[in-house]
């Protein structure tokens, strides 16, 4: 079945540091990949996704490419704020009827000031 | 647009009660999804519902039912609780079947089983 494996946290950077949030997946087909995030006390949110190999996904300064040879999709950041702190989530869709998504376990992102 | 809304966002149970999670969105789409969050474990999917009329299990259903009302409301029952069913509760809506795959979540119902 699908998988998705993202690296544990929590991390915490200081302010302008760069973020690097790896995730790997193991599906079947081509899915489409994203990167939700949490904020305390609120549900998930879309934070960027990616439909296709080599398609690269953006949103507010987060980036993350789409590589189908090393079933990947690290989340980066050029210079982390206060405000991205935050639990990320990697996920993937798959191309079944109902669009299933399977969810990482989460990696809780700190930023100090 | 109000998005996915949920009821209630709190609540403490002793173990055998009942109750029903409510969930409703306004952004007519035929998808709806039920999850608990867990630490440690991510988002486990309980029930969705494809279209109006269908409900189908997810990864983790045992001790669980749901209802689609109509298209824009699903709701999640406890028949008897029990304290493993601690969590966090997201109902989550898409237009999967229309191209978009792109989920919106709630903000969420905390569930405490004593």
């Known amino acids: 079945g699908n998988s998705v494996t993202q690296m544990e946290g929590p991390v915490t950077l200081s302010e302008e540091a760069f973020l690097t949030i790896n995730c790997t997946y193991t599906a079947t087909g081509y899915p489409s990949l994203f990167w939700y995030v949490q904020y305390p006390g609120e549900g998930l949110q879309l934070l960027l996704k990616?439909?296709?190999?080599?398609d690269k996904g953006s949103n507010k300064g987060f980036e993350a490419t789409y590589r189908k040879e090393t079933t990947s999709f690290h989340l980066e950041k050029g210079s982390v704020q206060v405000s991205d702190s935050a639990v990320y989530f990697c996920?993937?869709?798959?191309?079944?009827?109902?669009?299933?998504?399977?969810f990482g376990t989460g990696t809780k992102l700190q930023v100090i000031p | 647009n109000a998005g996915v809304t949920q009821t209630p966002k709190f609540q403490v149970l002793k173990t055998g009660q009942s109750m029903t999670l409510q969930c409703a969105q306004d952004?007519?789409?035929?998808?709806m999804y039920w999850y608990r969050q867990d630490p440690g474990m991510g988002l486990r999917l309980i029930y969705y519902s494809a279209s109006e009329g269908t409900t189908d299990k997810g990864e983790v259903p045992n001790g669980y039912n749901v209802s689609r009302l109509n298209k824009r409301e699903f709701s999640l029952r406890l028949e008897s609780a029990a304290p493993s069913q601690t969590s966090v509760y997201f109902c989550?809506?898409?237009?999967?079947?229309?191209?978009?795959?792109?989920?919106?979540f709630g903000p969420g119902t905390r569930l405490t089983v004593l």
């Open positions: 996920a993937l869709s798959d191309s079944g009827g109902y669009q299933k998504v399977t």
């Open positions: 952004m007519n789409h035929n998808s």
């Open positions: 989550a809506s898409s237009d999967a079947g229309q191209g978009s795959d792109t989920q919106y």
């Open positions: 990616a439909t296709k190999a080599d």
